[in-house]
């Protein structure tokens, strides 16, 4: 069984940073296609930031320059840093690894930024 618990979330002023933390616990594997995913209140789910088996990275165009994600392999953690932050980044914030077909998430993290 695969669990996730993300940690690091907070409340910020824009222009400050947070580094989110993802803990994975259960058959995880480095090759293992993962990312970073956020909800702002009232809007969808939406793609921050993934990972895919091969290493490749692509980030929303709405983070990059600003957010860098990367992986722990021995400590089977994931991160999401992120600098210059803006108000707009404010949502729960994600982590999510996929096993096989199916996909699995954290709890989610708040993330708050003021302006």
């Known amino acids: 069984q695969v669990q996730l618990v993300e940690s690091g979330g907070g409340l910020v002023q824009a222009g400050g940073s947070l580094r989110l933390s993802c803990a994975a616990s259960g058959s995880i594997f480095s090759g293992n296609p993962w990312g970073w995913y956020r909800q702002a209140p009232g809007k969808s789910r939406e793609l921050a930031a993934v990972?895919?088996?091969?290493?490749?990275?692509v980030y929303a165009d709405s983070v990059k320059g600003r957010f860098t994600i990367s992986r722990d392999n021995y400590e089977n953690t994931v991160y999401l840093e992120m600098n210059n932050l803006k108000p707009d980044d404010t949502a729960v914030y994600y982590c999510a690894i996929m096993v096989g077909s199916t996909t699995h998430w954290g709890q989610g993290t708040q993330v708050t930024v003021s302006s």
């Open positions: 990972c895919s088996s091969g290493g490749v990275i």
